[in-house]
Nanobody, 123 residues
Framework: QVQLVESGGGLVQAGGSLRLSCAAS????????MGWFRQTPGKEREFVAG????????FYADSVKGRFTISRDNAKNTVYLQMNSLKLEETAVYYC????????????????WGQGTQVTVSS
């Protein structure tokens, strides 16, 4: 089992920045691909960014490329999502997720999920 706890959400103006964190506990963090997803009411959970076990490879949704950066610190069992130039439509609950080996965008392939953190982008 892997337990994930997100933090760092909040209210930010459009164009602003936030940094989300996700602390992991349980099994060996460095064995897991980590991902960030987001969801708004009535919509499916949407992939945002992912990072390989070592951090050597990252992958992003097209909508966030160039503005968001995913990173991880395996010594601290933590994955981060730096979000810049936030847009109104990016208001959502953001979730981190983990899986042992799948480096992709399909939420169904991720085994473990945090409880989510709310990000609200205002005008």
């Amino acid at each position: 089992q892997v337990q994930l706890v997100e933090s760092g959400g909040g209210l930010v103006q459009a164009g602003g920045s936030l940094r989300l964190s996700c602390a992991a506990s349980g099994r060996t963090f460095s064995n897991y691909v980590m991902g960030w997803f987001r969801q708004t009411p009535g919509k499916e959970r949407e992939f945002v960014a992912g990072i390989s076990e070592s951090g050597a490879r990252t992958f992003y949704a097209d909508s966030v490329k160039g503005r968001f950066t995913i990173s991880r610190d395996n010594a601290k069992n933590t994955v981060y999502l730096q979000m810049n130039s936030l847009k109104l439509e990016e208001t959502a609950v953001y979730y981190c997720a983990a899986n042992p080996g799948y480096s992709g965008t399909n939420s169904g392939q991720y085994s473990y999920w945090g409880q989510g953190t709310q990000v609200t982008v205002s005008s």
